[in-house]
Structures are given as C-alpha cells and as structure tokens.
C-alpha cells in the first residue's frame, strides 16, 4: 500500500515547493547579489534609521551634492520604516535584521508563482498553468533573486497582481486597481513604466477607452503619491527624483556600461530558461503575440526599449521574466501539434530539471560577497566609534566597497590603499588600529612591510570568500571577490 504520493498537479503542491526552497535561499543564501541590491538600498535605508545618510542622496546631508541624483525613494523608503520599527523592537543585529528581511522578500515573490499559475490558467489551461507554476516555483535563477534587495524583482509581483486584475474579469474598477498596482511598480523602477504603457496602448487600441481612462488614472494617482508628494517634501517640488533618473540615463547613462548587442535581453531571458527549453520557450513567446496581445504587447515594448538603449546589464530585463516564462508556454502549445514537437518538448522538459535541480541548489545556498560582509561582522561587537582601519588592496586593485551595515558604525575611519593611485603606508597624523589585506596576490610580502612599522601586528581574523565568488572571479576577473585577512596593529592609536 502506497502511504504518500506527491500529487505534481497539484498548486498546493507547487506553492509548498516555492516556499520551501525560498526558505532555504532566505536562511542560507546571505550577502547580497552586486552593488545596487545592497548599496543603494541597505546602506542607504539602515543609515537614515540611525540618523546618518551613508549615500548623502537627502538635501539637508552636509555632503549631499544638493540635487537629486534619480533614486527613487519609494522601494528605500519602505526599508527605512522597515529598520525604524525593528529598531524600536529592539532588533539591530545586522544578520537577524537581513535574516527577517530575507524571509519577507521570499513570502512577497509567493505572488509570483500565485499570479503565474492563475494568468496561464485563465489565458490557457491547468495543465499549462501547472508547467509554469513549477517553472517559477522552482527555477535556478528566481529563489537567489527573490531573497535580495533587487528592485528589478520586488516590482514584478505588483506587476503580475495588476495583470491578474484586468483578465479576472470585466468590472471597470478593475482597471483601476490594476493601474494603482502598475503605478506601484513604476515607483519602485521606472522602467516598468514602458511595460504599463504597452498595456495601456493594448486597451487604447482594444476601443477600451473607459478601462484605458480607469487604469491611467489609478498609475498616475499612486505615481503622484509616492513619487510628487514624497518628492515635493523632501526636495520642495514633485518629481524631483524622477527627473533626475531621467536626465541621467538621457545625458550620461548611456555610457554606462556600453552594449551594442541588441539580442542581449532575448538571450537572457532564453539562457535563463537553460537550452533546450529556453530556445522552445523563445518560440513560443513569439508564437503567442497575436493570441496573447494583450500580455505580448507590454512584455515585446520592454525587451525592445532595452534592447535599444545603449547601457545595457542582464538584472534590467528580469521584471518580465515571468510574462516571458508564460506567453512561452502559451505560445508552444499553438505549435507543437505534431509529434516531433510533442517529443522535442517532452525532451526539453526533462532535460530542464535535469539541469535547473543541481544549479537551483547551488545557487540558493550560495553565501555572495562573503567575504566583505564577514569583514564587516567582526568589527560589529567592537567599539570602533574612533578606530581607524586601512582597507589594504594593493594586491587586487581597486578596493571593493564594503559594507558597513554589517559593522554597525556608518562612520567607520577608514583609508583604501590600492594599485592604481596608492597613498603612504602609514597616515601622516596617526597610526591604524587594524589593516585588511584584501586578496591573496603577494600577500605575505605586503604583510612584512607593516609588520616593520607595527611590530605588533597580529592576524585576528579570516575572511574567506565563497565558492561562487571564487568561481565568478574566475569567469570574469573583474569579480573583485577577494579573500580578506583582518590584522590588528596593537599600537597606541594616538601614534606609532
């Protein structure tokens, strides 16, 4: 007698898969992915809960450049209230605070794989539904992600909620709310705004003219709420931080990170999905434009306005990942009617799991940036209100940005000392209390010039980077992942 059988059609099922591996990556899966995830929202949002500004980015900071450099303070913002109310708990360990901040983007990107399986179940079946909900349950790519502070994922729920909204059925009121959603994710990144114009041109063009007036209407609203108001207080007219996004990415942010392959996002989003499905999927996507105009339309007006715009990075095409994943599914079914294309699916789909399981894996326990979040944490139970640390990267240059979150003190002293423009050994008016060697190149050589001049130096701490820095460095060296080595000087810090 068969005592437990995993029903694979289930949503429950599926939904208790996506919780599960979530909670992993939320516990196991720490750091943070790159620059943006951390820098411009931890940093930033944990610093004003502690009255200090790390980013200078508010009017009224001393340094700040007195104009708005096109941060959007909405998706911040709710982190900063996030780190007031635990502080106010009592809550300010650094990894419990960003253990429970993991935990509720993991329970937020739920909605995803919720609107997935209902979008695919109303446009297609619950068959197809259920191929999607695993997809997004469970691919590689998205428990990693989810858990992070990246704005390119926290809008795609709102997104896909205010999908859901306009096909659930023909109520007018629906089109509202779908905009205030729409509006919600543009707050959060701006981008999306060409993805809720797609939608807006597919009711204009649909003769839905009271919809398109409801939903323009509910984006503008929350759009003026979050983005005029909240700017207006902060810099004393509305949009302030919208206009200077704009401005930026029109004068400057086309040569950051120069991409002229204009097949970039369409590779992305296909190597996502891992060969041969994500070539299937590609099929379908295009397959589906005429049935599915109405999700086609948005989703094509994103890929092509990226493809188009000069600076290019992989994490700006993921708010539509998920549409991709379902008018792919969508659209495969309209051509796969004979067996060849029923067999190359089947194939496809085997091979998927096959692949996605042991990368899925890996990638939710995968610890990013270790060692520079580690360097941080041991300084944390230290009082270091007057340390001063030299930041030791002669050996791999330039010195990565650390995260002074983890440390506790937004005002750790500290001076970087690298290849390319190296400052003194020692600071003209004091000594340093510790030294972090960061990287392993020469490092013993580097280690003996400082034990000349601090005879008493000693090596308090080990920072090693995780398995998937190493490997991202070795992909690409510009990964400055490095291994770090914490030295105390044991010198009065008043002098050598």
Known sequence: MQLFKIDFSSYKTILVAAVFIRLIAAIFSQGYGMHDDHFLVIEASASWANGYDYNHWLPWTPLSKGTPEGHSFTYVGLNYFYFVFMKAIGIVDPKVLMLINRLFH???????????????????????????????????????????????????????????????????????YAGILLGFAVSIRYQVAVFAFGMALVFFFQKQYKGFGLFALGGILVFSLTQGLVDFLIWGYPFAEFLGYAFYNVNEGTEYIPNNNYFMYMLVLMGSLLFPLGL????????????????????????????????????????????????????????????????????????FWILNIPILLFASFTYSKKSRVESMCYFYPINTQKIRILHEATGESPPSLLPKFYSGNWTLSGVERGNKDI?????????????????????????????????????????????????LRWLNPRNANEYIEIWKTNVNRDGI
């Open 106 to 176: 993991a329970a937020l990107s739920l909605l995803i794989v919720h609107f997935g399986f209902k979008i695919t179940e109303k446009l297609g079946s619950r068959e197809l539904a259920v191929k999607v909900g695993w997809i997004l349950a469970l691919l590689w790519v998205l428990p990693f992600l989810s858990v992070r502070n990246l704005v390119e994922i926290v809008c795609i729920p709102f997104m896909m909620w205010g999908v859901w909204l306009v096909l659930k059925g023909n109520l007018k009121k629906r089109f509202f």
């Open 280 to 351: 299937l999927l590609g099929i379908g996507f295009f397959k589906s434009w005429k049935k599915y105009v109405f999700l086609f339309v948005p989703v094509i007006c994103f890929v092509i306005f990226h493809s188009l715009y000069p600076s290019k990075q992989e994490r700006f095409i993921l708010p539509v990942l998920p549409f991709f994943i379902i008018l792919g599914v969508l659209g495969y079914q309209l051509i796969k009617q004979t067996d060849f294309w029923v067999k190359f699916w089947n194939g496809s789909w085997n091979a």
């Open 423 to 471: 400052p003194p050994l020692v600071h003209p008016d004091y000594a340093y209390d510790y030294i972090l060697f960061c990287g392993e190149e020469h490092l013993s050589a580097r280690i003996d010039v400082y034990r000349s001049i601090y005879p008493g130096i000693e090596l308090v701490q080990i920072c090693e980077p995780s398995f998937v820095d190493v490997f």
